[in-house]
């Protein structure tokens, strides 16, 4: 059953809350291209530490989706404007994936950036996360160039999605 959600910008307040789902997002997610010991060890720390280091520009957007009946956070979206809008995060509460929190946030996130003017967003995606990839795909993104990053200090193979005039893309969801 789909939850009742509210979305909603978030405050530094919420970036402990928005750590742990993070972290137990990825810890699930990405067991296939993190170290066991890594994701046991040090996941959850890198991420709330990274959280606390965060510094949100007057462009950036960061979104919350909210359980109604229970005020939990299952879900959210962070974009960072700098200088071209790019999704850094969307991540659903492990218990709350396939219910369309994730697509809810994501039209509220691109119909905001287009609102504002924006021309387009990006993303990277990575390489062997299939069902990541196809939801975007699903969602209007076109597949782009492939590189070699890294994760923490962990070198993973990503690609890399865009949406090109934001203005039309919300006709596809």
Same mark, same amino acid.
């Given at each position: ?54 510094? *949100? ?5 960061? =979104? ?5 009946? &229970? $005020?939990? +956070?299952?879900?959210? @979206? ?27 946030? *994501? ?5 905001? =950036? ?5 021309? &387009? $967003?990006? +993303?990277?995606?990575? @390489? ?46």
């Amino acid at each position: 059953m789909q939850p009742h959600i509210s979305l909603r910008s978030a405050v530094r307040s919420d970036f402990p809350a928005i750590a742990a789902l993070q972290a137990k997002s990825w810890a699930l997610a990405y067991r296939s291209f993190l170290p066991p010991h890594y994701i046991r060890d040090r996941l959850t720390a890198d991420i709330a530490d990274s959280w606390k280091k965060c510094r *949100l520009g007057e462009r950036d957007l960061v =979104l919350l989706a909210i359980n109604i009946e &229970t $005020a939990a +956070l299952v879900g959210f @979206i962070s974009i960072w404007s700098r200088p071209s809008p790019f999704i850094d995060h969307l991540h659903c509460h492990p218990s709350s994936t396939g219910l369309g929190i994730g697509s809810q946030l *994501l039209r509220a996130a691109l119909t905001q =950036l287009a609102e504002r003017g924006e021309q &387009t $967003a990006s +993303l990277s995606v990575l @390489i062997g996360n299939d069902g990541a990839r196809r939801f975007y795909l699903r969602h209007g993104a076109n597949p782009g160039a492939r590189k070699r990053e890294t994760l923490f200090g962990y070198p993973v193979n990503v690609e890399y999605l865009a949406w090109e005039a934001l203005q039309t893309v919300k006709l596809a969801f």
